[in-house]
């Protein structure tokens, strides 16, 4: 009887006694910084995959998030059914949380990493560092709108629109920064180097060991005429789900503007 006693009224009177040894007392613990919280990590090529959707699927007349994702249903309602594989590219107007790039440090990473690509042989020796007074920097949020787990924060960094005939020579001209680690994925860039002096896949070698990427092969495109650039070379990358991504190195004459851009 005491053990059927024991094991019925044990644990009730043990919980008490525990309630009772810790109510009103104020402890503390050491504990991780829980404000972060959990967040899904991409890998360099599922980010590569990533910013080459939302960049191509970028629609710029309404700013507002609802308007991207939008879609309209045969009845025509508003809604996501039917939505396949969307994308969104919008401006982030919270502004950094802490663990991406703050607004005042953007510019010294994207010289930093400037000096590096130069350093690689991706950039020549002659391009410039960007500064705050002649670049503008705005943040954005890329986003796979049916796996919102997969998003990240982008930096977009261009020469302003409000310097009335300056001069573009070995300038940065328009770049995507990652917000987390500050890599270039993306960029253009004018520069002394003509096409003929370019090694593209020395070059893409380097910029895409630099980001980190994998499973580099050469793509034959389908359709060169699709290009602007009548100097270019085609690379894809595995990227999500069995898709891959497009990357193309070119140079345009004339200005002598070298681009590495991302298509789906």
């Keep these: 009887m005491f ?4 094991a019925v009224l044990g644990p009730e009177q043990i919980a008490r006694y525990k309630d009772r040894s810790m109510l009103n007392e104020i402890t503390r613990e050491e504990t991780g910084d829980l404000s972060q919280g959990y967040r899904y990590t991409l890998s360099s090529n599922e980010k590569l995959y990533l910013l080459s959707e939302c960049l ?12 991207v994702t939008r879609v309209e249903k045969e009845d025509g309602d508003k809604g996501y059914e039917g939505l396949m594989g969307s994308y969104a590219f919008v401006t982030n107007r919270q502004g950094p949380t802490g663990r991406e790039i703050a607004d005042e440090e953007i510019f010294s990473i994207c010289n930093q990493e400037i000096e590096t ?3 690689l042989g991706v950039l020549s020796e002659e391009v410039q560092e960007v500064e705050p007074s002649s670049y503008s920097a705005v943040l954005y949020s890329a986003i796979d709108v049916l ?11 261009s020469l302003s629109t409000s310097q009335q005939n300056a001069d573009k020579a070995n300038r940065l001209i328009d770049a995507y920064i990652d917000a987390d680690s500050g890599r ?9 180097r003509l096409w003929s002096q370019m090694d593209p ?12 990427l994998t499973g580099r092969e050469v ?12 100097d270019f070379a085609k690379y894809r990358f595995p990227g999500m789900d069995e898709r891959s991504t497009v990357v193309t190195i070119g140079f345009y004459e004339g200005i002598n503007e070298l681009f590495i851009k991302l298509t789906q």
């Design 201 to 212: 896949d020395a070059v893409l070698d380097a910029w895409g060991g630099y980001l980190g």
């Design 56 to 67: 191509s699927r970028q629609v710029l007349p309404e700013s507002e998030m609802s308007a």
């Design 184 to 192: 270039i994925y993306s960029f253009y860039v004018r520069t002394e």
């Design 219 to 230: 793509y034959e495109s389908e359709n060169p005429l699709l290009e602007a650039a009548s």
């Design 147 to 157: 796996e919102p787990q997969n998003n990240m924060a982008v930096w977009r960094v």
């Design 3 to 6: 053990i059927l006693l024991a």
């Design 117 to 119: 690509l130069k350093e």
